[in-house]
């Protein structure tokens, strides 16, 4: 076979392979996307997904569904994503309680976090702001724990149930400052709130979506909120940190996908996700909600769980909660 025989053939077989390469890659997404939120409709995080689905459905040319599949304290949801084909078209908003807590409250779980999913990245922090009632005489932090100290028994705290992130907060300053604080856990953050305003108990830790209305009216106090930033709506509120007082366990939102997801998918995803916090049109109506906008790297999202699910152990363990 002469060297022009050679290219010939060459080409044609080039010719021929090039269209089989293509398609045995076809272009992404190729169908409708789904995000399995795992808690019910109304809340937050359902909040958050339903944002970001919107948003990512104009990116990225298709249909973005939320599905609700609560259950388990998030864990069924969850569950079912680890299941689900690793293709890029089936997201879990991940929160801090399932990720971070759950494995602690329970003996056995039917997955585990950095094992069973990939991060595509962070959505935004949802610290809780602890409020009183305006008739307790302390307007600083150190003046609520010298009053509880004075007062051995007599005040109580309210939370949305055993486990929670508002029982953690109490059980922590319980253990940290030696307090003997009453623990009242109601059906979810309405009643919690609600408790206090009604004078039922005298604190809780609630997010600030459901609090913001509430101190704004002068119906209850605000004295610290967790985070390492102040709150935009009240600047004057400071940190828990920059009150002298060692509770820095904020909770969050991600998004992820099952194990074996293409890292193709994982960027564009993430790609997304910076675009979302970037428009203020998103941004604002999340902190209303409650939810403080901010995006980085899968690679960040993985670090956060790694290094910062231990503490909430250590959350759990100070409030008492054995697992079962």
Not at 2 to 26: G, I, V
Request: with cysteine; hydrophobic share 45%.
């Amino acid at each position: 076979m002469n060297l022009l025989d050679r290219r010939t053939l060459l080409a044609l077989l080039t010719a021929t392979l090039l269209p089989a390469a293509h398609a045995q890659a076809p272009a992404w997404p190729a169908k409708p996307l789904r995000i399995v939120a795992p808690f019910a409709p109304g809340g937050v995080t359902d909040i958050v997904a339903r944002s970001v689905a919107a948003s990512m459905s104009q990116g990225l040319g298709q249909p973005v569904v939320v599905e609700n599949k609560p259950g388990a304290q998030g864990l069924l949801g969850s569950a079912s994503v680890k299941g689900a084909p690793a293709d890029g078209h089936t997201l879990l908003l991940m929160s801090s309680s399932v990720a971070c807590v759950n494995p602690y409250l329970r003996k056995t779980m039917p997955f585990e976090v950095l094992k069973d999913f990939q991060a595509v990245g962070m959505i935004g922090a949802a610290p809780l702001i602890m409020v009183v009632s305006p008739s307790l005489p302390a307007n600083r932090l150190d003046q609520f724990i010298a009053h509880v100290k004075a007062n051995p028994g007599k005040v109580s705290f309210s939370s949305p149930g055993v486990g929670g992130s508002a029982h953690l907060y109490g059980g922590f300053m319980n253990k940290s400052s030696q307090l003997d604080m009453q623990h009242l856990p109601y059906q979810g953050g309405v009643p919690a709130l609600q408790a206090v305003l009604a004078g039922d108990v005298t604190m809780t830790f609630a997010d600030l979506g459901s609090a913001t209305g509430q101190v704004a009216a002068g119906k209850l106090k605000a004295l610290a909120v967790s985070g390492d930033k102040r709150w935009p709506r009240f600047p004057e509120v400071p940190t828990f940190a920059e009150a002298g007082y060692p509770l820095n366990l904020v909770g969050w939102v991600g998004l992820m996908v099952p194990a074996g997801t293409p890292r193709a998918a994982i960027e564009r995803l993430n790609a997304e996700l910076r675009r979302f916090a970037e428009s203020p049109a998103n941004r604002d109506p999340l902190l209303t909600a409650g939810v403080m906008v901010a995006s980085g790297t899968p690679e960040d999202m993985t670090t956060a769980i790694r290094d910062g699910c231990p503490p909430w152990g250590d959350a759990v363990r100070s409030a008492g909660i054995q697992p079962e």
